[in-house]
């Protein structure tokens, strides 16, 4: 009797150096039969070696293999993507109180110098005194009636631009930084899936 299941891969999939992954580790299951796919999914697929460093690509035609290696009957249905990318993560490192600081430091001084740097560039002090001049008719070196708002409204500006306060996010829609960080992470994505799939690529003078 013919056994349908139906296999979707996983996109990106982390395991520990030196695990064993299995099929359920990079792929959902589904089958008319709960005992096959629980089967299916305890079945070992690859060893994660040290030279493998920290990409594994693991291709679909692997898993149908080692599908009908535990059962030739099956009818094996694919959906969605046809690699798993297998990251190696090794213990996360922790990082101290002096780094984060550091860190911050360098970052907080370098987006200021950047910014008085560019008001510095458009004479925003002078647009200032001039905006004051329009409004109240008199003349000020240090409208700060100005300044002080503005100061404010850039801040938030900012927060408002990267949909955070710290680590809250505001709502629910991606700040720009956190979808270009998405499309870097897919062409990234991409390029390892190509390079780095030795059945994805054949030389001619390969056997």
């Known amino acids: 009797m013919e056994k349908t299941v139906f296999v979707k891969l996983r996109h990106r999939v982390q395991v520990k150096p030196r695990a064993v992954v299995v ?3 990079v792929a959902q299951i589904t089958a008319n039969d709960s005992n096959i796919a629980e089967q299916l999914k305890a079945v070992p697929l690859y060893r994660i070696q040290p030279s493998d460093k920290n990409i594994v690509i693991i291709d ?3 898993v149908i293999r080692a599908m009908m290696e535990k059962d030739d009957a099956l009818d094996v249905q694919v959906i ?5 990318i297998i990251e190696v993560v090794d213990q996360k490192r922790r990082f101290s109180s002096a780094y984060f600081l550091l860190v911050w430091m360098l ?7 950047a910014i008085m740097n560019f008001h510095e560039d458009v004479s925003m ?3 200032h005194q ?10 000020n070196d240090k409208p700060l ?27 629910e829609e991606p700040s720009p930084l956190e ?9 990234l994505d991409q390029y390892v899936i190509l390079y780095e799939n030795k059945e994805s690529m054949r030389k001619i003078d390969d056997d």
């Open 107 to 113: 970052l907080f001084v370098g987006s200021a110098m």
């Open 23 to 25: 099929i359920g580790d």
């Open 125 to 127: 002090q002078e647009v």
């Open 130 to 139: 001039h905006l004051y001049e329009m409004i109240t008719g008199k003349k």
């Open 80 to 84: 969605g993507p046809a690699q798993t």
């Open 145 to 171: 009636l100005l300044q002080i708002p503005y100061s404010l409204g850039l801040g938030i500006g900012m927060i408002l631009f990267f949909n955070h306060v710290f680590r809250k996010r505001i709502n």
């Open 179 to 187: 979808v270009e960080m998405f499309n870097y992470q897919q062409s």
């Open 60 to 62: 679909v035609m692997k």
